[in-house]
C-alpha cells in the first residue's frame, strides 16, 4: 500500500517529509514526482510504510493537518490506471471539442 500526500509546498523534499511519517512507523520509501518538461516537483508524494496498521494511524493522523503552513491531504494512494484505459492521457477516450454546436439539441457537427 502507499499513501498519497497532497497539497505540498514545491520546496518540500524527503529530509521534511519523512520524519512526520515516522512518528507513526518505519518509512521504507518516499517518492516526490517531478513534471516532466521542468522536473520539478508537483506538489505531492507517495510514501511507503511497512506496515498497513502504520500506513492507517499516520493518514487519521495528518489528514487535514496544518503542516509548513498548508492543509495536507493524505490518504490511501489509488492504483495508477493503466495507459491503454479510455481517457487517460492523450489517448484515446474523449474526443470532444471537434464538432460544432448543434441548435437542434444534439452535440454532433451541423
Excluded at 519523512?18 to 506538489?43: I, N, S, W
Excluded at 484505459?85 to 484515446?92: C, P, W
Excluded at 474526443?95 to 460544432?100: I, L, S, Y
Aim: glycine share 20%; aromatic share 10%.
Amino acid at each position: 500500500m502507499s499513501i498519497y500526500v497532497g497539497n505540498l509546498s514545491y520546496e518540500v523534499t524527503q529530509d521534511h517529509l519523512k520524519p512526520v511519517f515516522e512518528d507513526y512507523g518505519k518509512v521504507t520509501r518516499v517518492h516526490f514526482p517531478t513534471d516532466r518538461e521542468t522536473g520539478r516537483a508537483r506538489g505531492f508524494a507517495f510514501v511507503e510504510m511497512s506496515k498497513d496498521e502504520e500506513e492507517d494511524a499516520a493518514i487519521t493522523a495528518l489528514d487535514g493537518a496544518e503542516w509548513m503552513g498548508r492543509v495536507l491531504k493524505v490518504n490511501k494512494a489509488k492504483p495508477r490506471e493503466s495507459s491503454d484505459s479510455f481517457g487517460g492521457g492523450n489517448r484515446g477516450g474523449g474526443g470532444g471539442g471537434r464538432g460544432g454546436y448543434n441548435k437542434s439539441g444534439g452535440g454532433g457537427r451541423y
